[in-house]
């Protein structure tokens, strides 16, 4: 079974230019989940998807990030316009949901903000 | 403000010795927490987790402590092997919010 998978692994962009990072969970998991770590801090919540809804996005930073999930599968988290302090590893995680809290994580992207 | 806090950055532990991995919280709402482990490169694995119901739990040569009162739990691992060279998050959340809230992590490094 594949795991969660994200592009890209790695994406360094000028302040000011537009990234559109993606997270395809795991094959029939409802919840979707971002977190962002920066600069070797905790790894922090943004926003929480329960299929195509958003549950939960008391963690986004700003107007500046728009998450997404089409049809409740695969998702999206835009920044536009990217700042210097956007820079950081970004983890999506799926669950099955019904209670379940262990989260599946992707391996991240990295995203440095030049 | 950090509701749940890993205070040692690091540590170094001998092959086969026991490692002991802190982790407090300040959040009396938590009621389930779990560890998970990081490699370079990947997101971070589950490793094992405990309901605020029990005060320990045990899987393998990894197992978990609970204090409530004190608001503090550990993770132990014997014997300490060279894989579990990575860092431990320490992650908690509360029945009806499913998102959780990490520590910033400690650097384990078995030293054979």
Redesign the interface.
């Known amino acids: 079974e594949a795991g ?1 998978t994200q592009f890209p692994s790695h994406s360094v962009i000028e302040k000011g230019q537009t990234v559109t990072l993606r997270c395809d969970p795991i094959s029939g998991h409802d ?1 979707l ?1 971002w ?1 962002r770590r920066v600069m ?6 943004l926003l ?1 998807f329960v299929k195509e809804s958003k549950q ?1 996005e008391s ?1 986004m930073p700003n107007n500046r990030f728009l998450a997404e999930r089409t049809g409740g599968t695969y998702s999206t988290l835009k920044v536009q316009p990217a700042e210097l302090e956007d820079s950081g590893v970004y ?1 999506c ?1 799926s ?1 099955p949901g019904g209670g379940s ?8 992207t990295r995203l440095t903000v030049v | 403000d950090q509701q749940v806090k890993q205070n040692s950055p690091s540590l170094s532990v001998q092959e086969g010795r026991i490692s002991i991995l802190n982790c407090d919280y300040t959040n009396s709402m938590f009621d389930y927490f779990l560890w998970y482990k990081k490699y370079p490169a990947e997101g971070p694995t589950f490793l094992i987790s405990i309901s605020s119901i029990k005060d320990k739990n045990e899987d393998g040569r990894f197992t978990v402590f609970l204090n409530k009162s004190a608001k503090h739990l550990s993770l132990h691992i014997v014997p300490s092997q060279p894989g579990d060279s990575a860092v431990y998050f320490c992650a908690a959340s509360h029945f009806g919010n499913e998102k959780l809230t990490f520590g910033t992590g400690t650097r384990l490094t078995i030293i054979p």
Do not use: C, L, M, P
């Open positions: 969660v919840n989940y977190y070797g801090k905790e790894i922090k919540f929480h939960d963690g983890f995680a669950s809290t262990e989260a599946f994580f992707g391996q991240g």
